[in-house]
């Protein structure tokens, strides 16, 4: 069974930056799609950013866009989420999940497998 580690969250204050990891156990994410959601206090669930694994597409949500990056390592057994300038509004649960679909999107309903979760509070 495919289970899904985040590490890396924490406490940064406004304009700072974190790095956010996703790593598979029990399975690998072979050519599947890993995606990075969030969900803030009062919140539903939002789609972060996607990277497919099969042809290394990326797609990301409009309030992220130029400050955070997703990337994978050279084995495709790390996702990784570069978050820079972050900004209070940041600061929610994160997960990474995965779709079988292999397709990069951010849909919710698209993945299946889902991590516990990381925290990532931006406050001064």
């Known amino acids: 069974q495919l289970q899904l580690v985040e590490s890396g969250g924490g406490l940064v204050q406004p304009g700072g930056s974190l790095t956010l990891s996703c790593t598979p156990s029990g399975g690998s994410f072979d050519h599947y799609a890993v995606g990075w959601f969030r969900r803030a206090p009062g919140k539903e669930r939002e789609g972060v950013s996607c990277?497919?694994?099969?042809?290394?597409?990326?797609i990301y949500a409009d309030s992220v866009k130029g400050r955070f990056t997703i990337s994978r390592d050279a084995t495709k057994t790390t996702v990784y989420l570069q978050m820079n300038n972050l900004k209070p509004g940041d600061t929610a649960v994160y997960f990474c999940?995965?779709?079988?679909?292999?397709?990069?999107?951010?849909?919710?309903?698209?993945?299946?497998?889902w991590g516990q979760g990381t925290q990532v509070t931006v406050s001064s």
């Open positions: 999940a995965v779709s079988e679909s292999g397709y990069s999107q951010l849909l919710d309903f698209m993945h299946t497998h």
């Open positions: 990277i497919s694994l099969a042809d290394d597409s990326t």
